[in-house]
């Protein structure tokens, strides 16, 4: 219900936007002039609309806010881009009009308001290219979509990751204008996930370029080199039931992991003691004999290109 009330709010945005940025760049401006010295009143339909805008406004940036797939650089810039055109045109063109308008009727420029939309964009446009260059070259922020880092991460987690240190790319077109570093094994990073660009994962790294990647009974082995683990008990939180949870040494990082050695798929229906918004439970019922996973078709090397960064603090359990 609140998502198809969002999607018609996000809807009704775009013409209400036009309306009332036609209206108020253009229009009103003709209506103060013509009923001075009286106080101009729009029409009972155009007040309604310019009542109803913030709450469209809302209503299509939460739309944008909870969507995976959403490419907030490209919002940032096209926000940038359009509230630059209407702040110069406007400084360039349509205030002398309005002076000279203003001069015809016998009165002062200053009895004609700037209109709120060139307002906005003079206000506006300045913080958005800030945050845009924030974003696109030193920190950004990330929601995990997934349990898939637990215990270090939990979806819905909000993580800053710092974009500086694996180089400088432009925004949208994601191209590296400087090279600085390269993922290293058992950092986190946050990439573009390669057959579908628009969604963002994270995962932590475990194989470099020319690594040879097993894992038998849920434990990994690079280049046939089991990773340093150590048993830390069960794992239960009410979604994950009886997990094994162990201290996982990945390159230079030591971290906590939890795993089921079973070759069977462990989604259940939620349990009614998991306080989280996951769909699913994992109840553990771990296999005797030894097992091997093995990798799924169309999975393959990340491509440096897609890596966005890495989370902050850097240095994790």
Same mark, same amino acid.
């Given at each position: 219900m609140? %998502?198809?009330? &969002?999607?018609?709010?996000s809807?009704l945005?775009?013409?209400?936007?036009?309306?009332v940025?036609?209206? /108020?760049?253009f229009l009103?401006?003709?209506?103060?002039?013509?009923?001075?010295?009286?106080?101009a009143v729009d029409p009972g339909?155009l007040?309604?609309?310019y009542?109803?805008?913030?709450?469209?406004?809302?209503g299509?940036a939460?739309?944008l806010?909870?969507?995976?797939?959403?490419d907030?650089? &490209?919002v940032l810039?096209?926000?940038s881009?359009v509230?630059?055109?209407i702040?110069?045109f406007?400084a360039?063109v349509l205030r002398?009009v309005r002076d000279?308008?203003a001069?015809?009727?016998?009165?002062a420029p200053?009895?004609v308001?700037e209109p709120g939309v060139v307002?906005?964009?003079?206000?506006?446009?300045p913080v958005?290219?800030v945050?845009? &260059?924030?974003?696109?070259?030193?920190?950004?922020?990330f929601?995990i979509?997934?349990d898939?880092m637990m215990?270090?991460?939990?979806?819905?987690?909000?993580i800053?990751v710092?974009?500086?240190?694996?180089g400088?790319?432009?925004?949208?077109?994601?191209?590296?204008?400087? /090279?600085?570093d %390269?993922?290293?094994?058992?950092d986190?990073?946050?990439f573009?996930?390669?057959?579908?660009?628009a969604?963002?994962?994270?995962?932590?790294?475990?194989?470099?370029?020319?690594?040879r990647?097993?894992?038998?009974s849920?434990?990994?082995?690079?280049? /046939?080199v089991? &990773?340093?683990?150590? /048993?830390l008990?069960r794992?239960?939180?009410?979604?994950?039931?009886d997990m094994r949870?162990?201290?996982v040494?990945t390159g230079?990082h030591?971290?906590r992991?939890i795993?089921?050695?079973?070759?069977?798929?462990?989604?259940r229906?939620?349990?009614?003691?998991?306080?989280?918004?996951?769909?699913r439970?994992y109840?553990?019922?771990?296999?005797?004999?030894?097992f091997?996973h093995?990798?799924?078709?169309?999975?393959?090397?990340l491509p440096?290109?897609?890596?966005?960064?890495?989370p902050?603090?850097?240095d994790r359990r």
């Amino acid at each position: 219900m609140f %998502e198809s009330i &969002l999607l018609i709010l996000s809807c009704l945005l775009l013409p209400a936007a036009i309306i009332v940025i036609v209206d /108020d760049w253009f229009l009103r401006p003709r209506r103060r002039l013509a009923a001075l010295p009286a106080v101009a009143v729009d029409p009972g339909w155009l007040r309604s609309v310019y009542s109803a805008l913030p709450l469209l406004v809302i209503g299509g940036a939460l739309k944008l806010f909870r969507s995976e797939r959403l490419d907030f650089s &490209l919002v940032l810039v096209v926000v940038s881009f359009v509230g630059g055109v209407i702040w110069a045109f406007d400084a360039w063109v349509l205030r002398r009009v309005r002076d000279r308008a203003a001069a015809a009727a016998g009165r002062a420029p200053a009895d004609v308001p700037e209109p709120g939309v060139v307002d906005y964009a003079r206000s506006m446009v300045p913080v958005v290219i800030v945050v845009l &260059l924030l974003r696109s070259f030193l920190f950004e922020p990330f929601r995990i979509p997934s349990d898939s880092m637990m215990p270090t991460l939990q979806a819905g987690d909000f993580i800053l990751v710092n974009k500086f240190h694996l180089g400088l790319r432009l925004p949208v077109l994601n191209r590296k204008i400087l /090279d600085i570093d %390269e993922p290293h094994r058992g950092d986190v990073v946050v990439f573009r996930y390669p057959p579908d660009p628009a969604i963002n994962y994270i995962k932590r790294v475990v194989g470099l370029p020319g690594d040879r990647i097993k894992v038998i009974s849920d434990r990994i082995y690079v280049n /046939d080199v089991p &990773l340093d683990e150590k /048993d830390l008990g069960r794992y239960s939180d009410g979604c994950y039931e009886d997990m094994r949870l162990a201290e996982v040494h990945t390159g230079e990082h030591v971290h906590r992991t939890i795993s089921c050695r079973s070759p069977d798929y462990l989604a259940r229906p939620q349990l009614p003691g998991c306080n989280r918004d996951i769909g699913r439970s994992y109840p553990c019922a771990e296999a005797e004999a030894e097992f091997a996973h093995v990798r799924p078709g169309g999975h393959g090397r990340l491509p440096g290109a897609h890596c966005s960064g890495w989370p902050i603090p850097h240095d994790r359990r």
